[in-house]
């Protein structure tokens, strides 16, 4: 076939690819421990499993309106008044399968061939493949661990041009754990007094925060209207499989983004909205639960890694991520990752799989369980204790 140009601008999500051969070793008979996928191990809540049944049952199994249903984003207006102080318009809200669709989708809707966006590198791959894919300018700006994964207020501003579009934010972060804090957006927020960006505001993981309270550019004077609200039911109510998320950006835009449904997915699944209906307005306990258990998963992983040897870990935020620096080792970030795999049995991601910028590092998704963590720790311990004797005796 012959593919046309914008194929080869598609990047893609190294963690599918990564998982897919962690799964060829088990097939022959290897034993792996998985801290490569970004998928809670949870199991959705049961009264939201029941509600989708109940929804089947009760024949909400047609096509819906391509924003979503009423009833759902009404609901998801309240959550977002109720969890940011942000008032809402329903009208507001385009539901989606996933939250994946809404970068997809805003770029699309506002990058032109030549406009410039500035995304966090290292980074969730995504944006800077859409980007690319759009026709527009990726524009890396670096986080850095010594900011604890945040980034220098200084360098956004000089990366800033007449053709900067769109800023993709993302707290808190992926790869990373780092969230952004309110004098950071407060920055961010001024300098969008003096530049016409709109920004892409990606808060998929906006409950999973250990340290402060979670933050929204939107909740800044005159920047409602300015950003698309990226969030979802993936992370937040382990839902990763059912395909639920949402963006809420001013009315026009979301007219134009519901457009972009009718042309590719026509709607969201219908029972699966009824579902986050129930996902929203139910009992927040296992959420809860589950937010808590990540929490002391954090302390356990980042604790083991600063015990590894040539590793050292800053303490992550939110999500479920760590991002160790892996410098000490004298392994570059993919021959490391490939290692951790094929010989320790540890599936992990390269920092390189996040950009340039992740080079030095890895990605361990810890929404594993605790004796899991365990095991991994020790077998990376075994492995680079092992490789780092050897060394220092050749
Ligand atoms: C930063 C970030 N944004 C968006 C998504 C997409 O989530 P969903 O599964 O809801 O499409 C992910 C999933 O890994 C993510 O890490």
């Given at each position: 076939?012959?593919?046309?140009?914008?194929?080869?601008?598609?990047?893609?999500?190294?963690?599918?690819?990564?998982?897919?051969?962690?799964?060829?070793?088990?097939?022959?008979?290897?034993?792996?421990?998985?801290?490569?996928?970004?998928?809670?191990?949870?199991?959705?809540?049961?009264?939201?499993?029941?509600?989708?049944?109940?929804?089947?049952?009760?024949?909400?199994?047609?096509?819906?309106?391509?924003?979503?249903?009423?009833?759902?984003?009404?609901?998801?207006?309240?959550?977002?008044?109720k969890r940011r102080g942000l008032y809402v318009d329903p009208a507001q809200v385009v539901v989606t399968p996933g939250g994946k669709p809404i970068l997809f989708y805003t770029m699309l809707a506002l990058l032109?061939?030549?406009?410039?966006?500035?995304?966090?590198?290292?980074?969730?791959?995504?944006?800077?493949?859409?980007?690319?894919?759009?026709?527009?300018?990726?524009?890396?700006?670096?986080?850095?661990e010594e900011r604890n994964w945040s980034f220098d207020v200084d360098e956004i501003a000089s990366l800033i041009t007449p053709r900067t579009k769109l800023i993709v934010l993302n707290s808190p972060h992926n790869?990373?754990?780092?969230?952004?804090?309110?004098?950071?957006?407060?920055?961010?927020?001024?300098?969008?007094?003096?530049?016409?960006?709109?920004?892409?505001?990606?808060?998929?993981?906006?409950?999973?925060?250990?340290?402060?309270?979670?933050?929204?550019?939107?909740?800044?004077?005159?920047?409602?209207?300015?950003?698309?609200?990226?969030?979802?039911?993936?992370?937040?109510?382990?839902?990763?499989?059912?395909?639920?998320?949402?963006?809420?950006?001013?009315?026009?835009?979301?007219?134009?983004?519901?457009?972009?449904?009718?042309?590719?997915?026509?709607?969201?699944?219908?029972?699966?909205?009824?579902?986050?209906?129930?996902?929203?307005?139910?009992?927040?306990?296992?959420?809860?639960?589950?937010?808590?258990?990540?929490?002391?998963?954090?302390?356990?992983?980042?604790?083991?890694?600063?015990?590894?040897?040539?590793?050292?870990?800053?303490?992550?935020?939110?999500?479920?991520?760590?991002f160790p620096n892996i410098t000490g080792t004298g392994y570059a970030s993919a021959d490391l990752a490939r290692a951790m795999l094929d010989e320790a049995g540890v599936a992990v991601l390269s920092g390189t799989?996040?950009?340039?910028?992740?080079?030095?590092?890895?990605?361990?998704?810890?929404?594993?369980?605790?004796?899991?963590?365990?095991?991994?720790?020790?077998?990376?311990?075994?492995?680079?204790?092992?490789?780092?004797?050897?060394?220092?005796?050749?």
């Amino acid at each position: 076939m012959d593919l046309a140009a914008r194929m080869s601008r598609l990047g893609t999500e190294t963690a599918f690819e990564v998982l897919a051969r962690a799964q060829a070793l088990e097939a022959q008979g290897r034993s792996v421990v998985h801290l490569e996928i970004g998928e809670p191990d949870f199991d959705t809540p049961v009264h939201i499993r029941e509600a989708a049944i109940e929804a089947l049952q009760s024949g909400w199994t047609h096509y819906g309106p391509s924003a979503g249903l009423r009833e759902l984003r009404e609901a998801i207006a309240r959550d977002v008044e109720k969890r940011r102080g942000l008032y809402v318009d329903p009208a507001q809200v385009v539901v989606t399968p996933g939250g994946k669709p809404i970068l997809f989708y805003t770029m699309l809707a506002l990058l032109e061939e030549g406009d410039e966006a500035i995304y966090p590198n290292p980074g969730f791959p995504i944006y800077e493949s859409m980007i690319d894919f759009v026709g527009a300018k990726a524009v890396p700006l670096r986080l850095r661990e010594e900011r604890n994964w945040s980034f220098d207020v200084d360098e956004i501003a000089s990366l800033i041009t007449p053709r900067t579009k769109l800023i993709v934010l993302n707290s808190p972060h992926n790869p990373t754990g780092g969230t952004l804090d309110r004098p950071t957006l407060a920055a961010i927020a001024a300098l969008a007094e003096k530049h016409p960006f709109s920004i892409l505001s990606d808060e998929i993981y906006s409950r999973m925060v250990y340290e402060g309270v979670h933050e929204s550019i939107a909740t800044f004077p005159g920047l409602k209207d300015r950003t698309i609200l990226l969030d979802g039911f993936s992370k937040t109510y382990a839902m990763t499989g059912w395909r639920l998320g949402y963006g809420v950006m001013e009315k026009s835009l979301a007219t134009h983004v519901a457009r972009l449904m009718t042309n590719s997915n026509s709607c969201t699944n219908s029972f699966v909205q009824k579902a986050g209906v129930a996902a929203l307005e139910g009992p927040q306990d296992d959420a809860e639960a589950m937010i808590a258990e990540f929490g002391r998963r954090r302390e356990k992983i980042v604790a083991g890694l600063n015990a590894l040897p040539g590793v050292t870990c800053t303490k992550p935020t939110g999500a479920f991520y760590a991002f160790p620096n892996i410098t000490g080792t004298g392994y570059a970030s993919a021959d490391l990752a490939r290692a951790m795999l094929d010989e320790a049995g540890v599936a992990v991601l390269s920092g390189t799989a996040f950009g340039k910028y992740g080079e030095g590092y890895l990605r361990l998704s810890y929404a594993n369980s605790i004796p899991n963590l365990e095991k991994a720790l020790e077998r990376m311990g075994t492995w680079l204790e092992e490789k780092l004797r050897t060394r220092v005796r050749s």
